[in-house]
């Protein structure tokens, strides 16, 4: 037995990736996604750094000298909260993955943004004065 099937036009601002729609769960994914790629990005510029020793001392301590300016320290706050945050939600994840919390996974997430943020703002408050002179 058939059935007559009728397609409706889908619209952009029903799916649930239209930003007005996007839930907990995936701002958590979307954290967890920006954060890891933003580690990744990170280490390459590591590499890239410490391989300037391979044109000598000289160039190696101008780099080392150019990243004391107060951006780069801002990045590293952002790096740390960066890590922070992805650590925990990692975590948030594994427990998933062990069918453990699921059905807290909002609670579990406000808990790993807080405690990201309390990051934050510790670690801005030791690189202040790296930062701001
Ligand atoms: C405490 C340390 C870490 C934990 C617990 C952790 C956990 C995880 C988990 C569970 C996933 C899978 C997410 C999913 O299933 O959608 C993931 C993805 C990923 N992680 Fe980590 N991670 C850690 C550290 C790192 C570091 C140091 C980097 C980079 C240098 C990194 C980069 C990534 C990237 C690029 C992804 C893929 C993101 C995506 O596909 O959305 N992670 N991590």
């Known amino acids: 037995m058939y ?3 009728t397609t409706r036009e889908v619209r952009y601002r029903d799916l649930d990736i239209w930003p007005g729609r996007i839930r907990v769960g995936m701002w ?3 954290l967890h996604r920006v954060t890891g ?3 990744v990005l990170y280490l390459f510029m590591h590499i890239g750094v410490i391989s300037s020793i ?4 000289e160039t190696f301590d101008a780099v080392m000298a150019a990243l ?12 740390i909260t960066a890590g922070l ?10 427990l998933f993955d062990m069918g453990i919390g699921v059905r807290s ?4 997430f406000w808990g790993a943004f807080v405690l990201a943020a309390a990051g934050f703002a510790w670690t801005l408050k030791v690189f202040w004065p ?3 002179g």
């Open 37 to 39: 790629l933003a580690m």
């Open 68 to 79: 004391k300016a107060p951006v780069f320290a801002a990045g590293e706050v952002l790096l």
């Open 54 to 57: 391979l044109w000598g001392p």
């Open 85 to 94: 945050y992805h650590g925990l939600n990692g975590v948030r994840m594994i």
């Open 28 to 30: 958590a994914w979307l």
């Open 105 to 108: 996974q909002k609670a579990l």
């Open 3 to 5: 059935r007559l099937v």
């Open 130 to 132: 790296l930062i701001f």
